[in-house]
Protein backbone atom coordinates (compact mmCIF):
# COMPACT_ATOMS: atom_id res chain seq x y z
CA UNK A 1 0.00 0.00 0.00
CA UNK A 2 1.31 3.47 -0.93
CA UNK A 3 0.20 6.68 0.55
CA UNK A 4 -1.30 8.97 -2.39
CA UNK A 5 0.87 12.00 -3.45
CA UNK A 6 -0.35 14.76 -4.88
CA UNK A 7 1.24 18.30 -6.00
CA UNK A 8 0.61 19.40 -2.33
CA UNK A 9 2.17 15.75 -0.84
CA UNK A 10 0.22 12.90 0.82
CA UNK A 11 -3.26 13.36 1.45
CA UNK A 12 -4.46 12.42 5.17
CA UNK A 13 -8.02 11.89 6.18
CA UNK A 14 -8.58 13.86 9.67
CA UNK A 15 -11.36 13.72 11.66
CA UNK A 16 -10.88 15.22 15.04
CA UNK A 17 -10.57 18.99 13.92
CA UNK A 18 -14.25 19.81 15.35
CA UNK A 19 -13.05 18.64 18.95
CA UNK A 20 -9.39 20.80 19.02
CA UNK A 21 -11.90 23.26 17.53
CA UNK A 22 -14.35 22.96 20.57
CA UNK A 23 -11.06 23.48 22.75
CA UNK A 24 -10.05 26.32 21.69
CA UNK A 25 -13.24 28.22 21.74
CA UNK A 26 -13.54 27.29 25.08
CA UNK A 27 -10.25 29.36 25.54
CA UNK A 28 -11.68 32.28 23.40
CA UNK A 29 -9.10 31.31 20.75
CA UNK A 30 -10.97 31.45 16.92
CA UNK A 31 -10.55 27.86 15.51
CA UNK A 32 -11.06 29.38 11.91
CA UNK A 33 -8.50 31.58 11.99
CA UNK A 34 -5.40 28.78 12.63
CA UNK A 35 -7.62 26.89 10.14
CA UNK A 36 -7.13 29.72 7.20
CA UNK A 37 -2.79 29.83 8.86
CA UNK A 38 -2.56 25.94 8.24
CA UNK A 39 -4.63 26.51 4.69
CA UNK A 40 -7.41 24.37 5.77
CA UNK A 41 -11.13 24.89 4.62
CA UNK A 42 -13.50 26.13 6.73
CA UNK A 43 -15.56 22.72 6.03
CA UNK A 44 -12.97 20.80 8.16
CA UNK A 45 -15.04 22.79 11.44
CA UNK A 46 -17.71 19.72 10.34
CA UNK A 47 -16.02 16.72 10.82
CA UNK A 48 -13.84 14.49 9.09
CA UNK A 49 -11.68 16.04 6.14
CA UNK A 50 -8.94 14.70 3.55
CA UNK A 51 -6.27 17.37 2.72
CA UNK A 52 -2.30 17.52 2.49
CA UNK A 53 -0.92 15.42 5.45
CA UNK A 54 1.60 18.87 5.56
CA UNK A 55 -1.89 21.17 6.19
CA UNK A 56 -3.09 19.11 8.95
CA UNK A 57 0.44 18.61 10.89
CA UNK A 58 0.13 22.17 10.77
CA UNK A 59 -2.83 22.99 11.99
CA UNK A 60 -2.53 20.45 14.81
CA UNK A 61 0.68 22.36 15.44
CA UNK A 62 -0.70 25.52 15.86
CA UNK A 63 -3.23 23.67 17.99
CA UNK A 64 -0.60 22.90 20.55
CA UNK A 65 1.57 26.45 20.64
CA UNK A 66 -2.10 28.51 20.93
CA UNK A 67 -2.62 25.94 24.33
CA UNK A 68 0.73 26.41 25.23
CA UNK A 69 1.37 22.60 25.43
CA UNK A 70 4.74 20.52 24.26
CA UNK A 71 2.72 17.52 24.76
CA UNK A 72 -0.51 18.39 22.84
CA UNK A 73 -0.99 15.32 21.01
CA UNK A 74 -1.24 13.36 24.12
CA UNK A 75 -3.18 15.94 26.05
CA UNK A 76 -5.60 15.37 22.54
CA UNK A 77 -5.95 11.67 22.53
CA UNK A 78 -7.21 11.82 26.44
CA UNK A 79 -10.15 14.24 24.84
CA UNK A 80 -11.38 11.91 22.15
CA UNK A 81 -14.43 9.39 22.97
CA UNK A 82 -14.79 5.94 22.88
CA UNK A 83 -16.17 4.83 19.87
CA UNK A 84 -14.75 7.78 17.73
CA UNK A 85 -13.65 5.35 14.74
CA UNK A 86 -16.15 3.69 14.36
CA UNK A 87 -16.51 -0.14 13.36
CA UNK A 88 -12.79 -0.83 13.16
CA UNK A 89 -12.36 0.89 17.34
CA UNK A 90 -15.74 -1.55 18.04
CA UNK A 91 -14.09 -4.79 16.27
CA UNK A 92 -10.96 -4.19 18.23
CA UNK A 93 -12.98 -3.89 21.80
CA UNK A 94 -15.16 -6.95 20.68
CA UNK A 95 -12.00 -9.03 19.98
CA UNK A 96 -11.26 -11.85 22.38
CA UNK A 97 -7.90 -11.43 23.37
CA UNK A 98 -5.42 -8.20 23.42
CA UNK A 99 -3.47 -10.53 20.85
CA UNK A 100 -6.50 -10.45 18.81
CA UNK A 101 -7.73 -6.80 19.44
CA UNK A 102 -3.65 -5.94 18.18
CA UNK A 103 -4.35 -8.10 15.05
CA UNK A 104 -7.48 -6.03 13.95
CA UNK A 105 -5.95 -3.79 13.73
CA UNK A 106 -3.40 -4.26 11.43
CA UNK A 107 -6.07 -5.99 9.22
CA UNK A 108 -8.68 -2.96 9.48
CA UNK A 109 -6.39 0.54 10.14
CA UNK A 110 -7.23 1.27 6.56
CA UNK A 111 -10.69 1.94 7.66
CA UNK A 112 -9.82 4.47 9.55
CA UNK A 113 -7.26 6.14 7.97
CA UNK A 114 -5.95 4.36 4.57
CA UNK A 115 -2.19 5.84 4.53
CA UNK A 116 -1.38 4.46 7.53
CA UNK A 117 0.90 0.97 7.65
CA UNK A 118 -0.03 -1.45 10.52
CA UNK A 119 2.33 -4.29 11.33
CA UNK A 120 1.73 -6.91 14.43
CA UNK A 121 4.55 -8.87 15.36
CA UNK A 122 5.46 -11.39 18.40
CA UNK A 123 8.90 -10.87 19.43
CA UNK A 124 10.75 -13.12 21.94
CA UNK A 125 9.61 -10.86 24.96
CA UNK A 126 6.62 -8.94 23.76
CA UNK A 127 4.29 -8.28 21.22
CA UNK A 128 4.77 -4.79 18.84
CA UNK A 129 2.53 -2.81 16.92
CA UNK A 130 4.29 -0.54 14.40
CA UNK A 131 2.71 2.16 12.37
CA UNK A 132 4.30 4.19 9.17
CA UNK A 133 3.40 6.58 6.54
CA UNK A 134 5.06 5.20 2.90
CA UNK A 135 8.26 8.09 2.03
CA UNK A 136 7.67 9.71 5.20
CA UNK A 137 10.27 9.24 7.54
CA UNK A 138 8.62 11.53 10.28
CA UNK A 139 5.27 9.83 9.71
CA UNK A 140 2.61 11.76 10.75
CA UNK A 141 4.72 13.91 12.44
CA UNK A 142 5.53 14.96 16.43
CA UNK A 143 1.80 15.56 17.73
CA UNK A 144 -0.12 12.88 15.30
CA UNK A 145 1.94 10.56 15.83
CA UNK A 146 2.09 10.69 19.78
CA UNK A 147 -1.82 11.15 19.65
CA UNK A 148 -1.86 7.80 17.95
CA UNK A 149 -0.03 5.63 20.07
CA UNK A 150 -1.86 7.69 22.92
CA UNK A 151 -5.27 7.17 21.77
CA UNK A 152 -4.52 3.16 21.54
CA UNK A 153 -2.82 2.72 24.45
CA UNK A 154 -5.71 4.96 26.07
CA UNK A 155 -8.33 2.85 24.59
CA UNK A 156 -6.95 -0.39 25.75
CA UNK A 157 -6.76 0.53 28.85
CA UNK A 158 -10.53 1.50 29.26
CA UNK A 159 -11.42 -1.80 28.26
CA UNK A 160 -8.55 -3.60 30.38
CA UNK A 161 -9.50 -1.33 33.70
CA UNK A 162 -5.91 -0.28 34.53
CA UNK A 163 -3.27 1.24 32.74
CA UNK A 164 -1.84 -1.04 29.85
CA UNK A 165 1.48 -2.08 31.13
CA UNK A 166 4.38 -1.19 28.13
CA UNK A 167 7.77 -2.46 27.86
CA UNK A 168 8.72 -0.05 25.28
CA UNK A 169 7.43 2.92 23.07
CA UNK A 170 9.57 4.57 20.15
CA UNK A 171 8.50 7.33 16.85
CA UNK A 172 10.33 8.34 14.06
CA UNK A 173 10.45 12.12 14.85
CA UNK A 174 12.65 13.98 17.46
CA UNK A 175 12.18 15.73 20.16
CA UNK A 176 14.37 18.55 21.56
CA UNK A 177 12.07 19.51 24.55
CA UNK A 178 9.51 17.37 26.95
CA UNK A 179 10.99 14.20 26.29
CA UNK A 180 11.00 13.06 29.65
CA UNK A 181 7.74 14.24 29.97
CA UNK A 182 6.36 12.07 27.09
CA UNK A 183 8.18 8.63 28.86
CA UNK A 184 6.44 10.37 32.27
CA UNK A 185 3.12 9.79 30.29
CA UNK A 186 3.81 6.76 29.00
CA UNK A 187 5.50 4.85 32.06
CA UNK A 188 8.21 3.87 30.46
CA UNK A 189 10.92 3.95 27.98
CA UNK A 190 10.07 6.03 24.93
CA UNK A 191 12.81 5.87 22.20
CA UNK A 192 12.62 8.75 19.17
CA UNK A 193 14.46 8.62 15.47
CA UNK A 194 12.90 5.33 15.04
CA UNK A 195 12.96 3.58 11.39
CA UNK A 196 8.66 3.82 12.34
CA UNK A 197 6.34 4.45 15.24
CA UNK A 198 4.69 1.71 17.78
CA UNK A 199 4.91 0.49 20.98
CA UNK A 200 5.43 -3.49 22.43
CA UNK A 201 3.42 -5.11 25.80
CA UNK A 202 5.50 -8.18 27.43
CA UNK A 203 3.85 -11.21 25.79
CA UNK A 204 1.66 -12.06 28.91
CA UNK A 205 -0.16 -9.13 28.18
CA UNK A 206 -1.26 -10.16 24.77
CA UNK A 207 -2.97 -13.38 26.75
CA UNK A 208 -5.38 -11.16 28.99
CA UNK A 209 -8.94 -11.51 27.89
CA UNK A 210 -11.20 -8.22 26.97
CA UNK A 211 -13.52 -7.65 29.45
CA UNK A 212 -16.01 -6.42 26.47
CA UNK A 213 -15.22 -9.42 24.27
CA UNK A 214 -18.55 -10.34 22.39
CA UNK A 215 -17.75 -13.22 19.76
CA UNK A 216 -21.19 -12.79 18.18
CA UNK A 217 -20.78 -9.09 17.75
CA UNK A 218 -17.32 -9.54 16.53
CA UNK A 219 -18.52 -11.71 13.56
CA UNK A 220 -21.29 -9.68 13.07
CA UNK A 221 -18.25 -6.92 12.74
CA UNK A 222 -15.97 -8.68 11.06
CA UNK A 223 -18.37 -8.86 8.20
CA UNK A 224 -19.49 -5.20 7.83
CA UNK A 225 -15.23 -4.09 7.99
CA UNK A 226 -14.86 -6.54 5.07
CA UNK A 227 -17.47 -5.06 2.89
CA UNK A 228 -16.05 -1.83 3.57
CA UNK A 229 -12.56 -2.68 3.14
CA UNK A 230 -13.51 -4.53 -0.03
CA UNK A 231 -14.77 -0.85 -1.15
CA UNK A 232 -11.47 0.80 -0.37
CA UNK A 233 -9.26 0.20 -3.26
CA UNK A 234 -5.79 1.15 -2.99
CA UNK A 235 -4.58 4.48 -1.66
CA UNK A 236 -5.40 6.84 -4.57
CA UNK A 237 -7.15 9.76 -5.57
CA UNK A 238 -9.83 8.24 -6.59
CA UNK A 239 -10.45 6.62 -2.98
CA UNK A 240 -9.52 9.78 -1.57
CA UNK A 241 -11.95 11.67 -3.48
CA UNK A 242 -14.72 8.99 -3.05
CA UNK A 243 -14.14 9.39 0.45
CA UNK A 244 -14.70 12.81 0.76
CA UNK A 245 -17.94 12.81 -1.21
CA UNK A 246 -19.32 10.17 0.96
CA UNK A 247 -18.66 12.57 3.82
CA UNK A 248 -20.46 14.92 2.26
CA UNK A 249 -23.53 13.66 0.42
CA UNK A 250 -26.28 14.30 2.73
CA UNK A 251 -25.70 17.88 3.36
CA UNK A 252 -25.17 18.14 -0.59
CA UNK A 253 -22.21 19.85 -1.02
CA UNK A 254 -20.47 17.46 -3.63
CA UNK A 255 -20.37 19.99 -6.28
CA UNK A 256 -16.07 19.41 -7.60
CA UNK A 257 -15.69 22.87 -6.19
CA UNK A 258 -17.00 21.74 -2.21
CA UNK A 259 -14.91 18.90 -2.99
CA UNK A 260 -11.65 20.49 -3.93
CA UNK A 261 -12.21 23.03 -1.07
CA UNK A 262 -12.74 20.34 1.23
CA UNK A 263 -9.51 18.21 0.30
CA UNK A 264 -7.60 22.10 0.26
CA UNK A 265 -6.92 21.97 -3.58
CA UNK A 266 -8.19 23.90 -6.41
CA UNK A 267 -10.94 22.33 -8.95
CA UNK A 268 -8.33 22.32 -11.69
CA UNK A 269 -5.74 20.41 -9.77
CA UNK A 270 -8.29 17.85 -8.45
CA UNK A 271 -9.45 17.27 -12.01
CA UNK A 272 -6.20 16.50 -13.50
CA UNK A 273 -5.13 14.13 -10.92
CA UNK A 274 -8.18 12.48 -11.51
CA UNK A 275 -7.56 12.58 -15.25
CA UNK A 276 -3.93 11.13 -15.00
CA UNK A 277 -5.87 7.99 -13.26
CA UNK A 278 -8.08 7.69 -15.53
CA UNK A 279 -11.06 9.06 -14.93
CA UNK A 280 -13.50 12.53 -14.01
CA UNK A 281 -14.70 13.84 -11.08
CA UNK A 282 -18.33 13.16 -12.46
CA UNK A 283 -17.60 9.68 -12.77
CA UNK A 284 -16.47 9.38 -9.02
CA UNK A 285 -19.81 10.97 -7.77
CA UNK A 286 -21.80 9.11 -9.91
CA UNK A 287 -19.88 5.97 -9.03
CA UNK A 288 -20.32 6.76 -5.18
CA UNK A 289 -24.34 8.00 -5.46
CA UNK A 290 -25.09 4.80 -7.10
CA UNK A 291 -23.23 2.55 -4.48
CA UNK A 292 -25.00 4.00 -1.61
CA UNK A 293 -28.12 3.84 -3.39
CA UNK A 294 -28.02 0.37 -3.44
CA UNK A 295 -27.08 -0.22 0.02
CA UNK A 296 -30.16 2.02 1.15
CA UNK A 297 -32.46 -0.14 -1.17
CA UNK A 298 -30.75 -3.27 0.83
CA UNK A 299 -31.62 -1.54 3.89
CA UNK A 300 -35.24 -1.12 3.07
CA UNK A 301 -35.10 2.95 2.96
CA UNK A 302 -37.80 4.80 0.95
CA UNK A 303 -36.60 6.21 -2.21
CA UNK A 304 -37.32 9.80 -1.08
CA UNK A 305 -35.20 9.78 1.64
CA UNK A 306 -32.44 7.65 -0.56
CA UNK A 307 -32.61 10.69 -2.94
CA UNK A 308 -32.15 13.26 0.06
CA UNK A 309 -29.13 11.21 1.45
CA UNK A 310 -27.52 11.27 -1.77
CA UNK A 311 -27.79 15.22 -2.20
CA UNK A 312 -30.80 15.20 -5.11
CA UNK A 313 -33.71 17.52 -4.49
CA UNK A 314 -36.20 14.28 -5.01
CA UNK A 315 -36.20 11.36 -6.37
CA UNK A 316 -37.34 11.76 -9.84
CA UNK A 317 -33.79 13.77 -9.98
CA UNK A 318 -32.22 11.03 -8.78
CA UNK A 319 -33.50 8.24 -11.39
CA UNK A 320 -32.66 10.66 -14.07
CA UNK A 321 -29.08 10.92 -12.89
CA UNK A 322 -28.12 7.71 -11.84
CA UNK A 323 -30.69 5.74 -14.12
CA UNK A 324 -29.97 7.24 -17.01
CA UNK A 325 -26.32 7.24 -16.88
CA UNK A 326 -26.29 4.12 -16.06
CA UNK A 327 -27.70 3.75 -19.80
CA UNK A 328 -25.56 5.62 -21.57
Not at 144 to 170: C, D, H, M
Request: with cysteine; hydrophobic share 45%.
Amino acid sequence: MTAQRTHSGVLFTFRMIPVIAAELARRSIDPQALLTEAGLPADALRGEITAPLARIQSFVDLAGTAFGSETFGLDLAERIPAGAYGVAEFLVRSAATVDDALRVITDFATLVNPVLRFHFSVEADAGELHFSVAAQRDTLGCNLNEYTIAYLIKQFSTVLGAPVPLARVWFSHGRKRAADAVAQRFGTHVRFQATDCGFAVARDVLARPMPTADAALHEFLLGQARAQLGRVGPVDIVTQVARVIEVRLPAGDVGAADVATAMATTVRSLQRHLADAGTAYRDVLAHVRTRRREELRQGGVAEPEIARQLGFADARSMRRSLDERAED
